[in-house]
C-alpha cells in the first residue's frame, strides 16, 4: 500500500527542538487529515484539510502547526514539544472531507525526550 | 462531534472460536466504516455500510447496521491468528469529519 506515504517512519526529539513530518498521497484526494494515537486515547483527530484550507483543528496545542501547501502534501510542524506528546503521528487523506473512507499512512512514531 | 462506544475494548479467543464487536451511537447515523490495524500497522479501511439493516460479508467476516441506524456490529466466525489486530468503528453523519470508536483489540492464542 503506498497510496499514502509518510516521513520519517521514526523519529526522537528533544524538547527544545524543531522538527516536522511529511505526508504524501498519491490517490488524487481532496481531504487530508492528521492523528495522533497513543495509549490513552487510540485515534485522536487533529487537524482537517479540505482542499489545501485548514478546516477543522481540534484544540490542539500551538507547539503543533500544521501546513498544507497543496492537495497532496501536508506536513505537521513540532516545536518545543512535551514527553506526553510521544505517540504515532497518522496523516490519512480521503475523497472529500465528511464522511468518506479514510487511507492511512503508515505513521511517524515521535519519541520526545 | 459524534459519541460513539465500542465494546469490548479488548478479547482473548482460541483459534476458531467467533468474535464479535459493537458500535454504538446515541443519534442516528448517515453511515459506519470498519477498519482494522494490525499490530505495529495503521488503520486500513473494511467496509462501509449505509442502508438500514444491511448486512454485509467478507469471508469469515460479517458486517451489520441496525435497523435504526444507530449500532453496528463486527462479527468473525472461526478465528484465525491472522485476524489479530484492533478494530475501529467510524460513524459518519452528514458532511461531518468521521468519528472513531476506541477500538476493540482482538487476541488470538493459536
Known amino acids: 500500500e503506498t497510496g499514502v506515504t509518510q516521513t520519517p517512519r521514526h523519529l526522537v526529539m528533544g524538547m527544545t527542538n524543531k522538527k516536522s513530518l511529511k505526508c504524501e498521497q498519491h490517490?488524487?484526494?481532496?481531504?487530508m487529515y492528521w492523528y495522533k494515537q497513543s495509549a490513552k486515547k487510540p485515534l485522536e483527530l487533529m487537524f482537517v484539510?479540505?482542499?489545501?484550507?485548514?478546516?477543522e483543528n481540534n484544540s490542539v496545542p500551538s507547539r503543533f502547526s500544521p501546513e498544507c501547501p497543496n492537495s497532496s502534501h501536508l506536513f505537521l510542524h513540532l516545536h518545543t514539544l512535551q514527553p506526553e506528546d510521544s505517540a504515532l503521528y497518522l496523516c490519512?487523506?480521503?475523497?472529500?472531507?465528511?464522511?468518506?473512507?479514510?487511507?492511512f499512512g503508515p505513521g511517524t512514531r515521535l519519541t520526545v525526550t | 462531534g459524534q459519541q460513539v462506544m465500542q465494546i469490548p475494548q479488548y478479547q482473548h479467543v482460541q483459534e476458531g472460536e467467533d468474535f464479535t464487536t459493537y458500535c454504538n451511537s446515541s443519534?442516528?447515523?448517515?453511515?459506519i466504516q470498519w477498519y482494522k490495524q494490525r499490530p505495529g500497522g495503521h488503520p486500513v479501511f473494511l467496509i462501509q455500510?449505509?442502508?438500514?439493516?444491511e448486512v454485509k460479508k467478507q469471508k469469515r467476516l460479517t458486517f451489520q447496521f441496525g435497523e435504526a441506524k444507530k449500532n453496528s456490529s463486527l462479527h468473525i466466525t472461526a478465528t484465525q491468528t491472522t485476524d489479530v489486530g484492533t478494530y475501529f468503528c467510524?460513524?459518519?453523519?452528514?458532511?461531518?469529519?468521521?468519528?472513531f470508536g476506541k477500538g476493540t483489540m482482538l487476541l488470538v492464542s493459536p
Open positions: 443519534t442516528t447515523l448517515s453511515n
Open positions: 467510524a460513524v459518519g453523519s452528514g458532511y461531518s469529519t468521521l468519528t
Open positions: 484539510y479540505s482542499l489545501e484550507e485548514r478546516v
Open positions: 455500510l449505509v442502508k438500514s439493516g
Open positions: 490517490l488524487g484526494h481532496n481531504a
Open positions: 490519512a487523506s480521503s475523497q472529500a472531507r465528511g464522511s468518506y473512507e479514510q487511507y
